[in-house]
């Protein structure tokens, strides 16, 4: 059925995706419309004759469920899904985007939750539909302040994980913001803690865990998923209870905070850092395989999280640790990190029946 006025849509369920005219998916399908979700409408200046919706059968006596404050969020949150856009324009725009945010967030103690909403979030969520994580991670590199690159691409990252382990849409949303704000509470830490260019002190240290605590702080009253804070506190917690600042174990810590923690360590070894350069990626594949094994992380996440990875990149260009490139042709089911490679020029070589070379750095 179709409604003649906005206000009639209130309470009743969409029944197809209501999308903006650049392809941008602004309601889900089955969404039971409110208020919020009348003026995303009239915002976008959607046409009523392009929204369809269906009444709500509710059992005899029962009125119709008011939608959760979370469960309305993450319906207005918009997925952007036929646009595409160089991945170096969404990392640029992603990065500037964020450092606007900290400031708002330093100058006025609030979090800017329409800024997230409506410019940060739409823009993970584009580059995890379609672009080569690899290439977006490359473009990423080239990006300002390596603090809010990492959280931007730890936001990629997750997302993109979330989405291998099944999430929908409105979760994956709740995990992008939750992923880019994991390290918020850095903004009340010392300048000169976070700039500084030799190695930290023991003490130093421990002053730069609080971030974990005083990011929960900022976000747990913010209006956002309260997930999202239990993400900034709980982010370097690990499986086997030694992780910071709590030192929980596996059945206390949100799988949320799981898969930004497998994130965030995946991203932290892979990129270059002030006092430490980037590690070639048989190593970071071979110490996050040494975590998977030994407990630290959720081994179900960590292995979708390895597999997958590898899986993607078939057709991915290589570069391998004796100097030779080539092309990733197949990947081995039960040892993913070791494929066939096509060479350059002419053969092949097996990395799954040699000791001696791995591969060094995957281009995408």
């Known amino acids: 059925m179709r409604c ?9 369920k969409l029944i197809h995706n209501v999308v903006t005219a650049t392809g941008m998916v602004l309601i889900p399908e089955h969404t039971i419309l409110t208020d919020s979700h009348i003026e995303k ?51 640029k725009r992603a990065n500037a985007k964020l450092q606007e945010i900290e400031t708002c967030i330093l100058n006025t103690g609030k979090i800017p939750l329409s800024d997230i909403e409506e410019n940060v979030l739409p823009t993970i969520m584009e ?23 990492h959280s931007i691409g730890v936001a990629f990252m997750s997302a993109v994980l979330g989405r291998w382990l099944g999430l929908d849409e409105q979760e994956t949303a709740n995990l992008a913001i939750a992923a880019s704000l994991s390290d918020i509470g850095t903004i009340r830490l010392p300048s000169t803690l976070l700039q500084k260019q030799s190695e930290l002190l023991p003490h130093e240290r421990e002053i730069l865990k609080q971030h974990t605590i005083l990011g929960y702080e900022i976000l747990k009253g913010s209006g956002l998923d309260e997930r999202v804070a239990l993400v900034a506190l709980q982010h370097h917690e690990r499986e086997d209870g030694s ?22 360590e995946y991203l932290a070894m892979s990129s270059e850092w002030p006092l430490r350069p980037t ?65 350059e020029g002419a053969g092949f070589i097996d990395l799954n029946k040699t000791d001696s070379v791995q591969i060094n750095e995957i281009f995408g």
């Not at 580059?127 to 690159?149: M, P, V």
């Not at 600042?245 to 930004?260: H, L, Q, T």
């Not at 030994?294 to 081994?299: A, G, L, W, Y």
């Not at 080539?326 to 096509?342: C, D, E, F």
Request: aromatic share 10%; charged share 25%; proline share 6%.
């Open 243 to 264: 992780g910071y600042p709590y030192g929980i174990k596996s059945a206390e810590i949100d799988r949320f905070s799981k898969i930004v923690a497998m994130s965030d």
């Open 127 to 149: 580059a995890t539909q379609s672009w080569n994580i690899y290439k977006l991670f490359a473009d990423l590199k080239a990006e300002g302040d390596f603090r809010f690159k």
């Open 4 to 12: 003649d006025t906005y206000n009639e849509l209130v309470g009743k």
């Open 279 to 343: 590690l070639p990626f048989y190593k970071v594949i071979q110490r996050m395989n040494e975590d998977i094994v030994k407990n630290r992380f959720d081994s179900v996440i960590g292995m979708t999280f390895i597999n997958r990875l590898m899986s993607a990149q078939v057709g991915s260009d290589v570069s391998l640790t004796d100097g030779r490139r080539g092309k990733i042709v197949l990947i081995h089911p039960n040892y993913p990190t070791r494929p066939l490679i096509a060479l």
């Open 41 to 91: 409408l009239e915002k976008f200046g959607i046409d009523l004759f392009d929204i369809q919706v269906e009444l709500v059968e509710e059992p005899a006596g029962q009125e119709p469920p008011k939608p959760s404050r979370i469960t309305e969020e993450a319906a207005e949150l918009p997925v952007l899904q036929t646009v595409r856009v160089d991945a170096g324009i969404l990392a």
